[in-house]
């Protein structure tokens, strides 16, 4: 069951604090997603070139939006390391 409440009482000085941040790919945030278990970005996402953000700090990362960062392709995505993945807040930043 997602809880709101976990994601609206996040703010940006939590996603900073290393002790509150993991590494998932986008196949482990999948996973994470189809059990119905909140993951939230601890960072800015960016691709390039588009320099639209479809993440930002402790939004829900959906399988919509991983879906769409498949979509485009793009090699250069500001905020995601391909040898680590993306930053997701972890469990106990998040209440899960």
Not at 47 to 57: D, F, H, K, N, R
Not at 60 to 82: C, Q, W, Y
């Amino acid at each position: 069951m997602r809880s709101e409440a976990a994601f609206e009482a996040l703010d940006e000085p939590l996603s900073h604090d290393a002790g509150m941040v993991e590494h998932l790919s986008a196949a482990e945030i999948g996973a994470r997603t189809s059990q119905a278990r909140p993951t939230a970005s601890a960072s800015f996402v960016t691709p390039c070139p588009t320099e639209l953000t479809i993440l930002v700090p402790s939004q829900e990362v959906s399988r919509d939006i991983l879906n769409f960062m498949d979509a485009l392709g793009t090699k250069e995505i500001h905020g995601l390391d391909p040898s680590c993945g993306l930053q997701p807040l972890c469990a106990a930043a998040v209440g899960a």
